[in-house]
């Protein structure tokens, strides 16, 4: 495996998230697949190792703003189960617009809660008629004196009903176009607001994926998010800043399912001897460890950029994030290929890790949409390098 | 007592290395002569063969000697002192067995010590003494202590001693063995055992070993052998200098047998002791005993136990386990590893930290069978084991083995019994 | 409160493997822990603090590498570790040991309660808890599995064979815990950086002014005169054929020796 030349603390961090996953999200996530049980006590036990505060500055009650110690975090988790790893990036993506885009007094109001794990967060942006194409939103925040009158609904929110604080991304202006979008915080119990159904998903099943549901919410201006119009730039700001999360959580699946094949290729005894031994199996595993590998470091090297201040990360975050999921999902298949006849059962981890990945080709930005965003920035770089 | 390498000796074969259960000695380079030579020179090395030596960490070794018998070339030199601290030992005399006693009833640990304790009463050419301590109804109980070879009762009676405290019951028995000096106290391992004995040995300045498994007399010395290292390996202990040599043992470690000429008890062979205690004898409070009612397996008068251990694989498992014990009248047992992985309750535990049982049949399914366990277990009459790996160490004990999958065996025995039945 | 907890580094017994060639133990690549039972002992005493407020202070006796198993002691929550560590302690016995930790904590000033594992999984005496208290004068309450206080008083619920006891004991008290006791907590990410900068403070056998008549080889009573793995009994007879033909083979067996 590539050293990445860890610091005492990042590798205090790794090691500690995962020895919390082993105890504490092993032995629970097969249940929590099965039931689609929230993971509580998964959430609740990172909290009490300090582990929800790793890109919160210090002065908001986290341990200082590090993408890189965020990655190291969510792929240990992811390692053990995508689900829970999901639950824990999706707080991160739903509190970064207030992180980056907060006053101080919104910061001081709901960071600290987040980053000692008491709360979740999620992101509100999708709709039924919005994915790919974020900017045809069309939930609406109607000013009015010194509130905003919310109407609409939201799809697929990750932490949907589990999370206390939402931010969400609305149209103020619809003749603006893009121009027109703000985003807001949004608090769980706030009257006009309430919930879909729980979603009955493929994969990342202990995940909560709810539909959001506005009617005449009344949303004080206190609690908009910058300004006026800004909405999709917090959008995508946002987005791009926790692709590599999302990346991390691929490559911690991706590992995960590598680990169950090496450990079955040396137990599995065939034509009497373990099946690790036959190079079918061998070049199987070579396979998808080297692309974990890649795709590990495109991960880490894109967070250190961004931790080190770069402005210019857009390329590498979808690049790590298009990689991490492809690999993560060819791996998984060939996970189960290895474990033959058991890898099809659910008594055996490795179907559970294929469901988990697939999503992640998908949400955060599909990996088409991501091949655009690759292409256009390369484009861009070679205009303006003329 | 010192321990050393003798470098000229010492060829660096690493052989003591391996020998070592603590991990004490290393191979470094031979070091240079030190410069008693005159000036102009003398070997260059300490002479020798071999470029490495052995070197002991004397902060690790604990001078067990398990190195030397390993060394062919006779490098390594362990010095034990003989002789007295001074102390005269010699009006210590008597083998002494705590008789543990709850609600008014003696337990059978003390009858199991009591015959063992004969065997090495014999060997010394002394007595064998029971010490009962309780309210003074207890003395209703002294015949059966005589049925099981007491030579003498040291009756130690008191309001106080009724149930059973820590500091009463220390006062007392530390009273009885400054005045009457036996040279060994047995007790039994018992919650009470263990909590007592621990507290008198300091009291008394005694040697205390937990947990043996055997007891012999060498040289005039109790020789007290126990697991060690979680059960791993055995050693063999003694206390030398100081008296009395106590130790405890297990419930069920060995067998009780009433012996054919009972003495009958006279004013000669019951000795009663007034202890006197103290209101600092008796700070701690009684409050309340409670049932438990999870508690009642009894696995140590099974007739047939069935035990699961890691093979099982998962906590729901020992639902195989159950079904074979049912269909046998048996109780179900459990190993450590088991137990500490949560899949059942402590109160199945079978080994040197649960339970010690010796019933008619045991069968280990799944189960290596590591010291720690056989010390709980080795005992029963007869024993069938079923595991996956040949080599594992439960079928040298085994009467009868099964080299296979349990998840096979075991379901397969229990229907083939269940259509026995009928 | 002022809360001791006394620990013990020991390799992880779980993992302790025969080597089948040499008979004897294999040490390489067996991790050293804190003693189970003594983390049942740290969550105990940290419940309370959590309770009442107060210190807990974590000790062992141990050679140098010891300070590893107290850095983990504070990484979930002991304020304060210190190491009692000396050539003259090697070789203890149970009374060396219990007699060199009740000296330490003579040093330590006024406490209210000390907490102790049940055993250690490498020597698995449980001597070592009453010891101290005996050495001390203190009143010991052994294998606890609920533990309250109140008013300079311990309510202690124990765990026997059959039954279950409640005692009440005046503090300061020993009190030692089996595993049913609580669910140790793990490090937390704030608590592992204390811990990486903590100075774990190192007494030696002159800083607890011990008798040495009481310490290390000479101090201890009882010495380890041979140690060995058992030889194999001579194993039984390993059952062979169809697996329904052993099944019945081994009925058979039984039925002969009329168990069943």
Redesign the interface.
């Known amino acids: 495996m590539l050293d990445y030349l860890l610091t005492e603390e990042q590798k205090m961090i790794r090691d500690l998230a995962r020895k919390v996953s082993l105890e504490k999200v092993l032995p629970k996530r097969a249940e929590w697949d099965e039931t689609g049980e929230f993971p509580w006590e998964a959430i609740k036990a990172f909290a009490a190792a300090d582990l929800c505060g790793l890109y919160v500055p210090e002065e908001y009650g986290g341990m200082g703003i590090s993408v890189f110690n965020f990655c190291l975090a969510t792929e240990e988790i992811s390692r053990v189960c995508g689900g829970v790893g999901v639950t824990f990036a999706a707080s991160a993506l739903g509190s970064t617009p207030i992180i980056l885009f907060g006053t101080d007094e919104q910061k001081k109001k709901y960071m600290p809660d987040i980053a000692a794990g008491k709360k979740l967060a999620a992101f509100g942006l999708t709709e039924a008629n919005a994915g790919s194409d974020a900017a045809s939103i069309e939930t609406t925040a109607k000013k009015d004196g010194d509130y905003y009158i919310i109407n609409g609904t939201k799809q697929w929110i990750t932490n949907g009903g589990e999370a206390e604080v939402y931010s969400l991304i609305a149209m103020t202006d619809k003749n603006k176009g893009a121009r027109g979008a703000s985003a807001f915080i949004i608090e769980k119990n706030t009257p006009g607001f309430t919930f879909g159904k729980k979603e009955n998903k493929m994969g990342i099943r202990c995940s909560a994926t709810r539909e959001l549901v506005f009617q005449d919410c009344k949303v004080h201006k206190s609690q908009l998010l910058g300004k006026e119009g800004m909405g999709f730039i917090v959008a995508m700001k946002t987005l791009d800043l926790t692709r590599p999360g999302i990346g991390a959580q691929a490559v911690g699946i991706a590992q995960g399912a590598l680990d169950e094949a090496l450990k079955y290729s040396r137990e599995r005894v065939q034509f009497g001897k373990p099946i690790g031994s036959l190079q079918a199996i061998q070049h199987l595993l070579a396979d998808m460890a080297t692309p974990i590998e890649a795709a590990r470091a495109l991960v880490y090297a894109c967070a250190r950029m961004i931790d080190a201040g770069s402005k210019d990360y857009t390329l590498s975050a979808s690049q790590s994030k298009l990689f991490a999921s492809d690999t993560a999902m060819k791996v998984t298949i060939d996970a189960i290929q290895i474990l033959g006849g058991y890898g099809y059962m659910k008594e055996y981890p490795v179907e559970k890790m294929m469901r988990d990945a697939k999503i992640t080709q998908i949400y955060e930005g599909t990996n088409q949409i991501q091949r655009n965003q690759i292409a256009l920035s390369l484009i861009k770089e070679m205009a303006s390098s003329k | 007592m010192s321990i050393k390498i003798l470098l000229d000796k010492c060829t660096g074969c690493t052989l003591c290395v391996k020998a070592c259960p603590f991990g004490a000695i290393a191979m470094i380079d031979r070091p240079a002569r030190i410069a008693t030579q005159s000036v102009a020179g003398g070997p260059a090395d300490a002479p020798g063969k071999g470029k490495k030596v052995a070197e002991i960490d004397l902060d690790v070794c604990t001078l067990c000697g398990a190195c030397v018998p390993s060394c062919k070339f006779n490098a390594i030199e362990l010095k034990k002192e003989l002789g007295g601290s001074g102390r005269d030992l010699s009006h210590f005399k008597g083998v002494w067995v705590f008789a543990e006693q709850r609600e008014g009833k003696i337990q059978s640990v003390a009858f199991e010590l009591l015959t063992e304790g004969k065997k090495l009463a014999a060997d010394l050419k002394t007595e064998l003494c029971a010490v009962l301590c309780g309210d003074p109804s207890i003395e209703e109980e002294i015949d059966h202590l005589f049925g099981y070879g007491a030579d003498k009762v040291y009756l130690i009676t008191h309001p106080e001693l009724k149930h059973y405290h820590t500091a009463p019951y220390t006062r007392a028995i530390a009273e009885a063995i400054t005045k009457y000096k036996p040279e060994i106290m047995l007790l039994g391992a018992t919650t009470l055992g263990r909590d007592l004995a621990a507290r008198l040995a300091i009291r008394v300045g005694a040697g205390l070993t937990a947990d043996c498994t055997g007891l012999a007399i060498d040289n005039g010395l109790l020789q007290q052998t126990r697991p060690a290292f979680g059960g791993n390996i055995m050693a063999t202990i003694q206390t030398p200098k100081h008296r009395p040599q106590m130790a405890t043992v297990r419930p069920k470690v060995f067998r009780k047998v009433k012996v054919q000429n009972v003495k009958i008890k006279t004013d000669e062979n019951v000795i009663r002791f007034k202890p006197v205690i103290s209101e600092e004898d008796l700070l701690v409070k009684l409050l309340e005993i409670v049932e438990d009612e999870t508690v009642k397996v009894n696995l140590a008068e099974a007739e047939i136990i069935v035990s699961g251990g890691r093979g099982l694989g998962e906590a729901k498992n020992f639902k195989l386990i159950e079904e074979l014990a049912a269909v046998l009248g048996g109780a179900v047992g459990a190993s450590r590893a088991t137990v500490d992985a949560g899949w059942i309750s402590a109160h199945h535990q079978v080994g040197q930290t649960g339970k010690t049982v010796c019933p008619k049949l045991y069968i280990a399914c799944g189960i290596a069978g590591k010291i720690q366990h056989l010390a709980g277990m080795q005992s029963s009459d007869t024993i069938v084991a079923v595991n996956k790996d040949p080599d594992a160490p439960i079928f040298k004990v085994a009467h009868y083995g099964i080299v296979g999958d349990l998840f096979e065996y075991v379901p397969l025995l229990t229907r083939r019994l269940k259509e026995l039945q009928g | 409160m002022d809360i001791i907890v006394c620990i013990k580094q020991v ?1 992880d ?2 993992e ?5 060639e ?1 008979n ?2 294999i ?1 390489e690549g067996v991790p050293s822990i804190v003693n189970p039972f003594d983390e049942n002992a740290i969550e105990a005493a940290l419940q309370l603090k959590e309770k009442h407020g107060g210190k807990v202070t974590v000790i062992t006796m141990g ?1 140098p590498q010891a300070a590893e198993a107290l850095k983990t002691t504070i990484a979930m929550g002991a304020d304060e570790a210190i190491l009692i560590s000396d ?1 003259a302690f ?2 203890s ?3 060396a040991t ?1 007699y060199t930790l009740s000296q330490a904590i003579k040093k330590l000033g006024k406490f209210d309660l000390i907490i102790c594992g049940k ?1 250690a ?11 101290i ?3 001390l004068g203190i ?5 606890a599995f609920k533990l309250e206080t109140n008013d300079g008083k311990a ?1 202690v ?14 503090l300061p008290a020993v009190v030692t815990v089996v ?2 006791m609580n669910e140790p ?9 204390k811990a ?1 900068k903590a100075e774990i403070k190192n007494l030696t056998a002159a800083d607890i002014e011990a008798d040495p008549t009481n310490i290390g ?2 101090g ?11 030889p ?8 062979s054929g169809e ?2 033909e ?3 083979k ?2 058979d ?2 039925k002969e ?1 009329k ?2």
């Open positions: 390799p017994t779980t302790v493997k025969i080597n089948p040499t004897t133990l040490r050679p050539r090697a070789g016995d149970t009374w219990s055993q999984i490498d020597g698995d005496t449980a001597q070592v808890g009453p010891g208290a005996e050495w009143p010991q309450v052994t294998f309510k619920e124990r765990m026997l064979e059959e039954v279950n006891e409640i005692v009440e004991c005046p595993k049913q907590r793990l490090p937390s990410l704030k608590g592992m950086m990486k080889l000479n201890s009573p009882t010495n380890v005169v041979k140690i060995f793995t058992p194999p009994k001579g194993g039984g007879e390993i059952l697996p329904e052993i099944v019945n081994l009925i067996k039984v020796r168990i069943i």
